[in-house]
């Protein structure tokens, strides 16, 4: 049998891959906790949570559990119609833990259509009401997913290049700092004034893409305050951040004012299965009610309200509630902060920064989004038995909250062995 590598390149087009330069992708045969092996035997540790996705390990087996079970009692239905216990009972265990003005649940199968959904539903809020509002307010270098409304939002220029010409109407605004919430306050009083603004999209506190960068709580409140205060639905991509990634079940909710609707994925069902949610409040779903058929939302993907996924979203919201996962990210939070404070007078860090689980280095080192240097770091990384995915000059760990102390150690020395060699 040929190596699954080989076999690949036969028929398989790879995302966020230039074919003609790259090198063959790695074949995974198996997944436990934080580890992968290829088909060599090579072990790795996932120091990013295969893209944020298996926060309580792969292969988890209480997760395992709750899909085998479900996948034998109802498999699919669909879910115009229909209704079952799994995306029940999910809304039930979703409103114990989402910000108290989040009321409706509704479904879609990955991020970007999460996202999709919250765009539409931010549009048609309006609509029905006869007020035509057209332009979106998104922050410099969000990222929000690849469908079209979701990449209109989002403002990394290598992935939109082509598409420019196509996009919905997005004006930006960097995120807030320390010190530029006035002007940011002002240029968003201006977009305000001179637009018809729908809806405000971001990803709070932490935007994965960009290269894990911050902004405060405080300019993020102040920005939906404003926001709302001229009647712009505000839409909190917490697909990345959601799931105590940040020191708290939820980026929002170290918010003094809440978002009108969340957008969920990723780690949502434990990497065990496609899922996202869009969450609204009872105001927008109430503004969809109406004789007229055509003011309900007519919006739906055939694989709405997965049963199997929402098993595994409610079997991981347990886990997230467990002691033993808080105790974890607890322990991870502190190993962050003493690694960060060992490195952070390195002659090759820029800056360092750690919330909750994440921990981000900024190479002091020019490194292209794509270029030479960041697969060098790449491949030296995977050499030491730790997957990383650098973004630019950006190095971050994001790992599953079951890691290990002796697993987290050996990829804070894999990447002060690269700041070593850079
Ligand atoms: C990953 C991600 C998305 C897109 O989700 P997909 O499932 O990849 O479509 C959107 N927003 C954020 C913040 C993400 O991290």
Not at 77 to 83: D, H, K
Not at 356 to 377: H, P, S, W
Not at 389 to 405: D, K, M, W
Not at 410 to 419: N, R, T
Request: hydrophobic letters at 45%; one cysteine or more.
């Amino acid at each position: 049998m040929m190596e699954l590598s080989e076999r690949d390149k036969n028929h398989l087009w790879h995302p966020l891959t230039q074919h003609q330069t790259a090198k063959p992708p790695i074949g995974v045969v198996k997944a436990k906790g934080a580890l992968l092996w290829d088909e060599d035997g090579n072990e790795y540790i996932d120091g990013i949570a295969s893209w944020y996705t298996t926060m309580y390990g792969h292969a988890n087996e209480h997760i395992i559990a709750a899909v085998s079970e479900q996948m034998r009692q109802l498999d699919f239905v669909m879910f115009s119609g229909f209704t079952h216990e799994p995306a029940v009972k999910l809304s039930e265990r979703l409103m114990e833990i989402l910000p108290a003005n989040q009321q409706k649940i509704f479904f879609n199968d990955n991020g970007s259509t999460a996202v999709e959904a919250a765009l539409k539903m931010a549009f048609q809020y309006h609509h029905n009401a006869g007020d035509k509002r057209d332009t979106l307010i998104a922050f410099k270098e969000g990222f929000h997913g690849d469908t079209f409304g979701a990449m209109s939002a989002s403002g990394i220029a290598s992935y939109n290049a082509p598409f420019e010409d196509f996009l919905l109407k997005v004006i930006r605004i960097p995120t807030p700092q320390k010190d530029n919430l006035e002007a940011v306050i002002l240029q968003l009083e201006n977009i305000i004034a001179e637009n018809n603004v729908a809806a405000f999209i971001f990803e709070p506190l932490v935007q994965g893409a960009a290269g894990m960068k911050f902004h405060t709580a405080e300019g993020l409140a102040a920005i939906i305050k404003k926001c709302q205060e001229n009647g712009i639905l505000c839409i909190a991509d917490e697909i990345m951040t959601g799931f105590g990634k940040t020191g708290a079940n939820f980026a929002c909710d170290q918010l003094e004012q809440k978002p009108d609707i969340m957008c969920l994925s990723k780690a949502l069902t434990a990497g065990m299965f496609p899922l996202s949610i869009t969450s609204c409040t009872q105001a927008i779903f109430d503004r969809f009610l109406s004789e007229d058929v055509h003011k309900g939302f007519f919006h739906a993907h055939t694989f709405s309200a997965h049963p199997l996924g929402c098993a595994a979203a409610i079997a991981g919201i347990e886990l997230l509630q467990s002691a033993e996962i808080s105790e974890q990210q607890k322990n991870i939070e502190k190993s962050h902060a003493a690694f960060a404070q060992k490195i952070r007078n390195h002659s090759k860090v820029a800056e360092v920064r750690h919330k909750g689980v994440i921990l981000a280095i900024d190479f002091n080192v020019k490194m292209e989004r794509y270029g030479t240097l960041r697969d060098q770091l790449y491949q030296f990384f995977m050499e030491r038995g730790v997957a990383l995915r650098p973004l630019g000059n950006t190095v971050y760990i994001l790992p599953p909250y079951v890691i290990s102390e002796e697993q987290l150690q050996k990829v804070y020395d894999s990447i002060e062995g690269a700041l070593a060699i850079v």
